[in-house]
Nanobody, 121 residues
Framework: DVQLQASGGGLVQAGGSLRLSCVVSGLDFDDYAIGWFRQAPGKEREGVSCISRGEYFTTYSDSVKGRFTISRDNAKNTILLQMDSLKPEDTAVYYC??????????????WGQGTQVTVSS
């Protein structure tokens, strides 16, 4: 049974940082990519960052490139998303999911409840 649990969200001022965690169980990182997505009120879910299966290539959306860093902690079966220089437009519910890779939500599954990130101006 595959489970992904996102946590680490909160309220932060613009320019601040947060680190999100996605604890994964029931799957092998060599078999699936793990993606971070976000959804703001009234907007569609969008890809933020992805770490691929196997060789663990990382990708970022243009809106977060240079500010967010995705990484993997094998010992804890966890995918981390370090978010720096946060902006009010980063406010959203953040989800992690597993899938075949890329930035399309349709390529992923097992979304879970997500974690709320709120950035105040």
């Amino acid at each position: 049974d595959v489970q992904l649990q996102a946590s680490g969200g909160g309220l932060v001022q613009a320019g601040g940082s947060l680190r999100l965690s996605c604890v994964v169980s029931g799957l092998d990182f060599d078999d699936y990519a793990i993606g971070w997505f976000r959804q703001a009120p009234g907007k569609e879910r969008e890809g933020v960052s992805c770490i691929s299966r196997g060789e663990y290539f990382t990708t970022y959306s243009d809106s977060v490139k240079g500010r967010f860093t995705i990484s993997r902690d094998n010992a804890k079966n966890t995918i981390l998303l370090q978010m720096d220089s946060l902006k009010p437009e980063d406010t959203a519910v953040y989800y992690c999911a597993y899938g075949v890779g890329g930035d399309r939500p349709s390529s992923y599954e097992n979304w879970g409840q997500g974690t709320q990130v709120t950035v105040s101006s």
